[in-house]
């Protein structure tokens, strides 16, 4: 069955078959639609890449998947731009010059194209005329380092050459000289020909997808979570991008232009798996959205991470917790002093690592609220981002230190309204909770600075993990969090 028959038997399918809730009748036509067109371009423009029915399938979900994350009413269907891929394809070959003799002093990890100690003007002599012609010599000022001499644009460009179990010249590692050579011509021939796309743009040009401008200022957007049904949140989150190297051809999901290249053509990000070029990534705006397939734990999983993935308003972790010790804890003598059973700890990081907010930690499972407590206590400990952020700590320290106490409640606040609404929220939750615990201190034992002890150096940590530097401040972490408990009502 060819492409348009398989889309065509889907459409007529979709007219007798309930399709899931998140892909309903309307959005699948269009869908069928846009894999029609987009499969007739795929072998305008990439011709050979396309020989199985399964390869065409999954390049062309993978143009669309981004579109079907939104509304189907504003679902315009992306146009892949082929500029790019057309000039790679047009892009010089490596040829390879290669030495008439043998030389003992090559290196075991080139080949023929290892010329020895030469001068740069008789490299150039070697390569003129031949567009894409390249050998490595020994530098002649400093021997035992290596240069690539590569015949680009009528001129020999020359560039130091390193190998550490794989050949480099700058942040991409190749396997072979060869693959690098081919990397590099493309490269150098996409910028020559299409500077503004290849070095990005000062104006973003995003074509998949539309940034949410219901939030704007972290004022505005602590006002929004106070009034928004913990089901909608719209925390902001930068994407998680990663340098990748991608198979078989790939478009950019914001500016639409191909990813050239033979390794790393650009960036992915781990959370929501999102493509761009690295140029782009530093214009996509921070709209990431995890998918919960990519989440892989609970516990040491970025908070804004976890909240969005989730779509609650603060981790799981933290509600669940906190609901259980105010049920059948809050009396409990020494409570967050106290450590449960470690191996107990363990077994309830697990579950939610596991299980999720299907985890059970009811008092038929876990007697000892101490349990439940250390559990709370590790994940705030275990976040790869603490819930006050390493790029605040400083301010708050300093809050501490100010003399005047109106002065240290002012930078306090002020600190506050800098960090990330999903950490501002869930401080804001853990700091009410612990006011009711101090407000049954009488049979706890447990004041706001007993409280403040405990929990400093949980939600505090200093951005070099160096032991003096936390010694020295843990006066002030106390400190932060005995005045956040104490005037919670004022400063949140």
């Not at 790939?250 to 050239?260: I, K, R």
């Not at 700890?345 to 579950?351: F, I, M, T, Y």
Request: proline share 5%.
């Amino acid at each position: 069955m060819g492409m348009e028959k398989l889309i065509t038997s889907g459409r007529r399918n979709t007219e007798d078959h309930d399709m899931t809730a998140h892909v309903n009748r309307e959005v699948w036509h269009r869908f069928a639609d846009d894999c029609k067109g987009m499969f007739e371009m795929s072998h305008m423009y990439l011709p050979g890449q396309h020989d199985s029915l399964f390869t065409t399938i999954i390049w062309v979900v993978q143009q669309w998947r981004w579109s079907l994350m939104r509304d189907p009413e504003d679902y315009q269907p992306p146009i892949w731009k082929s500029y790019l891929y057309q000039l790679q394809q047009e892009a010089p070959r490596p040829k390879r010059i290669t030495c008439p003799q043998e030389m003992e002093s090559r290196p075991k990890y080139y080949g023929r194209e290892f010329h020895g100690m030469i001068s740069r003007e008789y490299a150039d002599e070697l390569l003129v005329g031949a567009e894409g012609a390249y050998l490595i010599r020994e530098s002649q000022r400093q021997p035992g380092t290596h240069t690539l001499a590569l015949r680009f644009g009528h001129q020999t460009l020359n560039y130091r050459l390193f190998y550490d179990g794989k050949h480099f010249v700058g942040e991409k590692r190749f396997e072979s000289v060869h693959d690098l050579v081919t990397d590099a011509l493309i490269t150098l021939y996409i910028e020559t020909k299409a500077a503004e796309l290849s070095r990005g743009r000062t104006e973003p040009r995003r074509v998949t997808f539309q940034r949410d401008e219901r939030i704007s200022s972290p004022l505005v957007q602590r006002t929004a979570l106070k009034d928004t049904p913990e089901k909608q949140c719209f925390y902001e989150k930068i994407h998680n991008f990663k340098v990748h190297t991608f198979r078989g051809p790939h478009w950019c999901e914001y500016c639409a232009n191909f990813m050239w290249g033979l390794i790393a053509q650009g960036v992915h990000c781990s959370d929501c798996g999102l493509n761009v070029h690295k140029q782009c990534s530093k214009l996509v705006p921070s709209d990431c959205q995890p998918d919960l397939r990519r989440i892989k734990k609970v516990y040491s999983c970025d908070l804004t991470t976890l909240v969005k993935a989730h779509n609650t308003t603060r981790p799981m972790v933290v509600d669940m917790c906190i609901r259980e010790i105010e049920l059948r804890g809050m009396n409990s003598e020494g409570l967050y002093r106290v450590s449960g059973f470690s191996e107990h700890v363990e077994e309830v990081r697990l579950a939610f690592d596991r299980d999720g907010d299907k985890a059970d930690i009811s008092a038929s499972a876990y007697a000892d609220i101490n349990i439940i407590a250390g559990a709370l206590k590790l994940y705030l400990r275990d976040l790869p981002i603490p819930v006050i952020t390493f790029d605040l700590y400083s301010k708050f320290i300093q809050s501490a230190k100010l003399p005047n106490a109106e002065s240290r409640l002012e930078a306090i606040h002020e600190s506050l309204l800098q960090l990330p609404p999903a950490h501002y929220e869930t401080l804001r939750y853990l700091m009410a909770h612990l006011k009711r615990v101090t407000q049954l201190a009488k049979d706890n034992l447990m004041s706001s600075e007993n409280l403040g002890i405990v929990y400093g150096p949980t939600l505090m940590q200093p951005p070099e993990q160096n032991a003096l530097i936390t010694l020295n401040d843990m006066r002030q972490q106390k400190l932060v969090v005995q005045l956040m408990i104490e005037h919670e009502d004022v400063l949140f």
